[in-house]
């Protein structure tokens, strides 16, 4: 049977006709979180999802720049096909776009019909199938911030935040918020099915936090996915720029992706909670938070993923450069907020916006999973404010010095797979030679006229 006679799929064509939909947007996430599409005549829909799009499997390993890297089984092999079907499971109208409906992807090799092995949103499978091995069904509530920008025409850049109002945090209306850009977007991404909950004004000007629902981890890092690619759309409809980027700005401080794990276990229950428990937390809970902290250098590869990440870091920034956890507690890399029973769960702060959430999410479940298998207790946890190198180590300060621990971390880099983490290292080594090779303002500044 074809895919035009399967009866699932006549009824999903039927649906989109009756909404006035005549295109499918076909979306899938490439290594670094950016969205890649195409545009489907709903009359074509049988046919790529019987034999699927060719895209070139070395979208995985092109930069934004335009720069293919030179990751194995790109253009070493010829720069072969990877494969993309529609996920008809996830289709949904795109509420500001007349006559679209949207859905995510699923990508294989044709050679094979497996996975292809840079997919992020499979990588991510693979890591929960281990989780399930232990009887843990991870949950996660993503918190990203990011900021808004509009033209500018005569500055460095080119494009200003906007608006420039400082503080403002945690606040909502046009005191903050003139162009009502928040409630608008807000609205349009519930429409679109994403789960979200709440959003305010964030510490600097133009900047701004929406928080997702929790719900089981593949599906978090879906709705977080398509809510990143979402908010640009919408900016970029209104001719502004929205951006995920860790620190666009010297002179304000940069954009986190928090994100909230507990695990369901046997029965649904939460498996962080444990009344009788040290903090009351259950040991698989303490466990995970010690795999956190363990492989917290590596992790910081998946979490801080960009040269401009590491700008993000320091003193007084509320960003954790150090490695430590604590209780309610937010200058600390994991903090543990007070709910218990079925609020039980870790915070890990150490992510930037700039992160791909299904990376990000893959390698903080890997490592707490790890913790878990080696059941082994965490540190004390961190009292009062952090930011002591006496009394924590440092995270990486750097990407190469990230990538570093990454690809020394033999058990976390087990779980992800050895693919996997080769093409990441060897696409991101590539970003830093390229930009250790680029000639920066600040270099020009600083030398042109003394030297």
């Known amino acids: 049977m074809s895919a035009s006679d399967t009866p699932d799929i006549r009824r999903h064509m039927e649906r989109l006709a009756a909404e006035g939909v005549d295109v499918v947007r076909v979306v899938y996430p490439d290594l670094i979180g950016t969205d890649r599409a195409r545009d489907v005549l709903l009359d074509h829909l049988p046919s790529a999802c019987d034999h699927g799009l060719a895209f070139c499997r070395a979208v995985y390993h092109t930069s934004p720049q335009g720069d293919v890297a030179a990751v194995a089984g790109g253009l070493d092999a010829g720069l072969p096909d990877v494969t993309v079907r529609p996920d008809l499971s996830t289709l949904t109208v795109l509420p500001w776009e007349p006559g679209v409906a949207t859905c995510l992807g699923e990508v294989t090799d044709p050679a094979t019909g497996a996975p292809a092995p840079e997919s992020p949103r499979d990588l991510l499978r693979t890591v929960l199938a281990h989780a399930a091995e232990q009887g843990l069904r991870p949950v996660v509530g993503p918190e990203l911030e990011y900021f808004l ?124 909670d444990d009344p009788a428990g040290p903090y009351g937390l259950s040991a698989t809970a303490r466990h995970a938070v010690a795999g956190i902290v363990a492989h917290a250098p590596a992790l910081a590869a998946l979490a801080n993923p960009t040269v401009n990440s590491y700008k993000r870091f320091g003193p007084d920034t509320l960003a954790p450069w150090l490695i430590d956890w604590g209780l309610d507690n937010r200058s600390a890399m994991v903090r543990i907020p007070p709910e218990r ?63 570093d621990a990454l690809e020394a971390d033999t058990a976390l880099t087990e779980v992800l797979g050895k693919a996997f983490t080769s093409s990441f290292l060897t696409y991101k080594r590539d970003e830093l030679a390229r930009f250790g090779r680029h000639v920066t303002d600040w270099e020009f500044t600083e030398y042109a006229y003394h030297l």
């Not at 990000?360 to 946890?381: C, D, K, N, Q, Y």
């Open 149 to 272: 920008l509009e033209p500018a025409p005569g500055t460095p850049t080119g494009w200003r935040r906007s608006p420039e109002t400082t503080g403002s945090v945690y606040t909502a209306g046009l005191r903050a918020d003139p162009g009502n850009h928040l409630l608008r977007t807000l609205r349009h991404l519930r429409d679109l099915g994403l789960g979200v909950s709440t959003g305010n004004h964030e510490f600097d000007g133009g900047q701004y936090e929406i928080n997702l629902t929790h719900s089981a981890a593949l599906d978090a890092a879906d709705r977080a996915f398509r809510f990143k690619a979402a908010v640009k759309e919408l900016a970029r409809q209104e001719g502004n720029l929205a951006t995920f980027m860790a620190k666009p700005f010297g002179d304000a401080g940069g954009s986190g992706f928090h994100l909230h794990l507990s695990c369901d276990g046997e029965e649904g229950r939460n498996a962080f």
């Open 341 to 403: 029973g079925r609020g039980a769960r870790l915070e890990l702060r150490l992510g930037d916006a700039s992160a791909n959430p299904y990376l990000l999410i893959a390698g903080t479940v890997a490592a707490a999973l790890l913790g878990v298998r080696a059941g082994e207790e965490p540190p004390s946890p961190l009292e009062g404010y952090g930011y002591d190198t006496t009394r924590a180590a440092l995270l990486p300060q750097t990407l190469s010095a990230a990538l």
